[in-house]
C-alpha cells in the first residue's frame, strides 16, 4: 500500500517539474516574441525624456525641456529598452551624479508597451506607445504620488538618442 504511494508522489514532483519548465519556456518563448516586431525594434535604444505630464487627482504636474531640472530637480531621465527584453532607467541630480537607477523587463503588446520593474522595487506599468520619427509617446496610469493605486495619468514624451 505504502508503495503506490510512494509511487504517486514521485510521479506527482515529476509532473510539477514537467509543468514547471513548460511554464518557463511558454514564458520565455512569449517575452521574446513580444520584443520583436517594428514597435519593439523602433522602442529598442536609449531615450532621454522632454516632455512629462502627470495628472493627479485633481493637481497637475508638467516639466518640459524649459523647466525639467527646475520642476523635478534632476537631470532628464536616461531608459536604455536592449534588445533581450531588458531596460534601465537612470537618474542623475543637478551635479550629474547617478542617484538612482530602475531596471527590469519590457514587452510589447500590440501598441502597450508593458514594463516590469524589478529594481529597485517591484512594479508593472503599461503605457500605450507610439513612435514617430526619433519621439516616443506614452500614456498610461502608474502609481506617481506613492498611495499604492496606479490611478495617475501619465503622459510623456521621449527623444531617441544617437
Request: proline share 2%; aromatic share 10%; with cysteine.
Amino acid at each position: 500500500m505504502f508503495g503506490n504511494c510512494i509511487y504517486f508522489v514521485e510521479n506527482v514532483n515529476m509532473y510539477r517539474s514537467i509543468l514547471l519548465l513548460l511554464a518557463v519556456t511558454i514564458c520565455m518563448t512569449s517575452t521574446a516574441q513580444t520584443t520583436r516586431g517594428p514597435l519593439a525594434q523602433a522602442l529598442t535604444g536609449e531615450w532621454k525624456n522632454l516632455y512629462v505630464k502627470i495628472n493627479i487627482r485633481d493637481k497637475v504636474m508638467e516639466a518640459d525641456s524649459s523647466n525639467w531640472e527646475e520642476r523635478l530637480h534632476i537631470k532628464p531621465i536616461h531608459t536604455y529598452f536592449n534588445k533581450d527584453g531588458s531596460y534601465r532607467s537612470e537618474y542623475r541630480n543637478l551635479q550629474d551624479s547617478l542617484v538612482r537607477v530602475a531596471s527590469g523587463s519590457w514587452a510589447i503588446e500590440g501598441d502597450t508597451l508593458i514594463m516590469n520593474e524589478t529594481k529597485p522595487e517591484v512594479s508593472r506599468s503599461k503605457f500605450q506607445l507610439l513612435i514617430e520619427q526619433d519621439v516616443a509617446t506614452f500614456r498610461g496610469l502608474i502609481d506617481f504620488d506613492g498611495d499604492g493605486k496606479a490611478d495617475d495619468l501619465y503622459y510623456g514624451r521621449q527623444r531617441k538618442c544617437h
